[in-house]
């Protein structure tokens, strides 16, 4: 099957819907990373996308729709709260996970009850879910377990000759997945978190929660994709504090023989400037950091052997869910693989 990258075109998004009424799956832009779209309602298709995508089948994928889309056709209570959290957030890089009417395929959320719902704002994705009106589920489009794609070029990577099309919408500007929350008890509950932050939601609701999962009691766990490696660039990597810079530089030392990449926040690349490694810089403010993230993590992995990651002194806020990623990333210790 060969692979075309198109832009979004009146005929492109013809093209788009006529794959994916016929159950076939086309990647597309989202403010956050591009996603890997089928029909949520064809249980084919949604088979079809674990497949390609060799992702475990306990890992559920999130239903899109635009913001026009009524989703009391998918979703089977919703609550008040999370009416507001609507209108403050979205369309944005905020899906919620409700109880289900079990009207999509049962592929879907993997055997749960709930279904994760999000209306993303990029305007590419917009056009495509009003095209086809119908929910599309659409985890990000990478090989599972690889760093997710925020350009056309990494779709096109990781499944050159598996997809028919991938609807080119530029360079995400967002660089992290949603925050998955969920909506399905008496406060929200952030099951992974991103953009929209704990003490964002809180404001417009009075409180939310965060889960904190046992990853040593994988059964107990709500959203059965954090358990698993993720987001990792193909190459060694090591990671540090914020204040191991000295462990880095003596890693760095030991390993002389190899090609090594930092990936740091832009206060430390004078430091390292000086010594023979690539510099891979996050930048300066948290949303620089979540848009360059998984860019700087694939560009790594192509010039590198060894990547050495230092975390970014600020911790809290969006960086939480940066700090997520990259610690997934960069170390395997408490997370299956
Ligand atoms: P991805 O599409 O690759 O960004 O991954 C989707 C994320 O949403 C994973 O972390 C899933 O565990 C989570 N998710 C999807 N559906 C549900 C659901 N029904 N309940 C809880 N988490 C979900
Ligand atoms: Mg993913």
Do not use: W
Not at 90 to 102: A, I, M
Not at 109 to 116: E, F, K, P
Not at 275 to 295: I, N, P, Q, W
């Amino acid at each position: 099957m060969q692979t075309k990258i198109k832009p979004i075109t009146p005929e492109t998004l013809s093209e788009a819907k006529n794959i994916i009424l016929e159950g076939g799956v086309v990647a597309m832009p989202t403010e956050t990373v591009y996603g890997l779209g089928g029909n949520a309602f064809d249980d084919g298709a949604v088979q079809r996308i674990f497949e390609v995508k060799g992702r475990p089948n306990d890992n559920p994928l999130i239903a899109h729709v635009h913001s026009g889309y009524d989703i009391s056709r998918i979703i089977d209570y919703d609550p008040p709260y999370a009416k507001k959290l609507r209108e403050a957030f979205l369309p944005g890089p905020l899906t919620l996970v409700y109880p289900s009417t079990g009207k999509v395929s049962p592929y879907v959320s993997c055997g749960l009850n709930t279904l994760a719902v999000r209306v993303p704002a990029h305007a590419g994705a917009q056009a495509f879910l009003k095209e086809v009106d119908i929910p599309i589920v659409a985890p990000s489009a990478n090989l599972s377990k690889h760093v997710s794609p925020t350009s056309a070029k990494h779709v096109f990577e990781d499944f050159d000759g598996k997809i028919p099309l991938i609807l080119d919408g530029g360079e995400c500007v967002g660089g992290i997945e949603s925050t998955v929350c969920d909506v399905t008890g008496e406060v929200p509950v952030i099951l992974r978190p991103g953009l929209i932050t704990r003490e964002m939601i809180a404001e417009v609701v009075g409180d939310c929660k965060e889960d904190k999962p046992d990853l040593t009691k994988a059964e107990k766990v709500k959203s059965p994709g954090v358990l698993y490696k993720h987001y990792s660039p193909r190459c060694k990597t090591m990671l540090f504090l914020a204040d191991e810079l000295e462990k880095a530089l003596q890693a760095i030392a030991d390993n002389a023989g190899l090609k090594i990449g930092v990936l740091c926040e832009e206060e430390k690349v004078t430091v390292l400037e000086s010594l023979a490694v690539r510099v891979f810089s996050l930048g300066d403010t948290e949303t620089e950091m979540a848009s360059r993230l998984y860019k700087l993590l694939r560009d790594a992995e192509k010039e590198c052997d060894l990547l050495i990651a230092i975390e970014p002194k600020k911790q809290d806020g969006v960086m939480i869910g940066v700090l997520n990623r990259l610690r997934k990333a960069c170390t395997s210790k408490d997370v299956r693989h």
